[in-house]
């Protein structure tokens, strides 16, 4: 069987393969709904060498190992499953410049199935359609990541530090700013692998070396305990609190002491900071809310005023109740009692419900990083906030499912505790104000398109 598909790109043939070169390539080319782990990649993609990983098939993980060939850049790249699901897959990936100076990437697989005829006759049809899908979801990735790095094409790239890196959000930070050229380092607490770009820190004891430290143009913080894994202890709801307040401070002061200071400072917060506000339209001026979750967040951010004091440009990123993301956080729990037609109104929906696709939260951290004029609290939304009703409608009609069986609080109330409540009947309305003042461009506006592009339901 052949497959073939084209993608074209803004940008010259040099740089589109300068992106397919880099590390984050792989995850950012990964379909967004599908939880791939990359177990060994070599550092180039020139002949003989290898990427192994491992991937969902039902209820099993199956691994695949591909060995790369025909290296010619920037023009093109092969690759050769060596152990995998299928028969044989020879994927050539081919670089074609336009005459207006964009290019174009056409991807071709040649591949058989176990079973020959009758594989494709069992499962043929499920076959091509999970790898149109696949290559669909890399040429939306592909093209847009490019489009965004193009903005700052005129900006130096940047070393930077993130801490919290193997996140939900992280991974993909991470992914998208080494595609772009920038140096990446991430902070670990275990030990730091060999020859890797990573620096240790145990921020529950307060350690952190100060000296490794220097030369960063950009730190930026997305550690902190999961709110929504756990029911809410009070030791819990500690942790939450001091795994945030604790490491960021540790970082502002360690930042504030350094002779070489990063030129900015990127925190993650979040729209708890407002609190259950019912139908107030909040702005990053709007005053902090009432309770748990909004003195988490107040002090949280404080915990960052010594890198402030000290002249660090410091941001402060609110993001939004849910993420969309298919492998987990709030969209990944809600999918499966969508898909068994559960997913209704809790309650009577009517709380106003705050969301950004993941592109837009990755794309946004970017446009604050790279853009100096900019500090101070960000919400991190996107514009078209929805009462949960609604958003329950329109996850029902991507996944094709009814979504109308409401379940009531108390039903919350003793599956989660405290937090399922917190998290879910809370209503923030919440605007992107000073991002939309800011420039920045949402790649999705509003939900249904969002949706469809993280769970690669198009039709």
Not at 116 to 143: E, H, P, W
Not at 256 to 264: H, I, R, S, T
Not at 388 to 406: E, H, M, N, S, W
Request: charged share 25%; with cysteine.
């Amino acid at each position: 069987m052949r497959y073939t598909h084209t993608t074209h790109v803004a940008a010259d043939v040099q740089t589109t393969f300068d992106w397919h070169e880099r590390k984050g390539s792989f995850r950012r080319l990964m379909p967004p709904w599908e939880e791939v782990e990359e177990v060994r990649a070599d550092p180039t993609l020139e002949d003989g060498s290898e990427r192994i990983f491992r991937f969902p098939m039902g209820p099993i993980k199956l691994q695949w190992i591909a060995r790369h060939k025909g290296y010619n850049p920037p023009h093109a790249f092969e690759d050769d499953m060596i152990k995998g699901p299928f028969k044989s897959w020879h994927h050539v990936h081919a670089f074609e410049a336009n005459e207006d100076g964009t290019s174009r990437v056409e991807d071709t697989v040649n591949f058989s199935v176990p079973l020959g005829g009758l594989g494709m006759l069992v499962a043929g049809r499920s076959i091509n359609k999970r790898i149109d899908r696949m290559f669909t979801a890399r040429g939306n990735r592909l093209s847009r990541d490019i489009a965004r790095h193009k903005e700052f094409e005129h900006i130096e790239r940047k070393k930077i530090l993130i801490a919290g890196s193997s996140g939900l959000i992280g991974r993909q930070l991470v992914a998208f700013l080494d595609t772009g050229g920038h140096e990446v380092w991430r902070l670990v607490r275990r030990t730091p692998a060999e020859g890797a770009h990573e620096i240790q820190w145990d921020p529950k004891n307060g350690t952190l070396d100060g000296s490794a430290l220097e030369g960063f143009d950009a730190v930026i913080h997305l550690g902190g305990a999961g709110v929504g894994d756990k029911r809410w202890s009070k030791k819990r709801m500690d942790l939450i609190r001091s795994s945030r307040t604790d490491s960021t401070a540790l970082l502002a002061t360690t930042l504030a002491g350094l002779e070489k200071k990063p030129e900015v400072f990127l925190v993650a917060s979040a729209i708890g900071y407002y609190g259950n506000r019912g139908d107030e339209e909040l702005t990053e001026a709007s005053t902090p809310g009432d309770g748990y979750l909004p003195e988490t967040c107040t002090a949280w951010e404080a915990s960052a005023q010594t890198a402030k004091d000290a002249g660090i440009r410091t941001i402060h990123a609110r993001t939004g109740g849910i993420v969309l993301d298919a492998t987990g956080g709030g969209l990944g729990k809600m999918l499966l009692p969508a898909k068994l037609g559960a997913g209704g109104p809790i309650g009577r929906g009517k709380q106003w419900l705050s969301w950004i696709s993941m592109d837009d939260e990755v794309y946004a951290m970017h446009h604050l990083l790279m853009t100096q004029a900019c500090d101070g609290a960000y919400n991190l939304v996107s514009p078209d906030t929805v009462q949960q009703k609604t958003f329950a409608k329109v996850l029902g009609k991507v996944l094709r499912r009814p979504a109308f069986i409401p379940t009531p609080p108390f039903g919350v109330w003793i599956l989660f505790g405290k937090m399922g409540v917190t998290l879910t009947t809370d209503s923030a309305r919440v605007i992107p104000t000073r991002l939309t003042e800011l420039g920045y461009r949402f790649e999705h506006t509003t939900l249904e398109p969002a949706l469809r592009d993280t769970l690669g339901l198009w039709r």
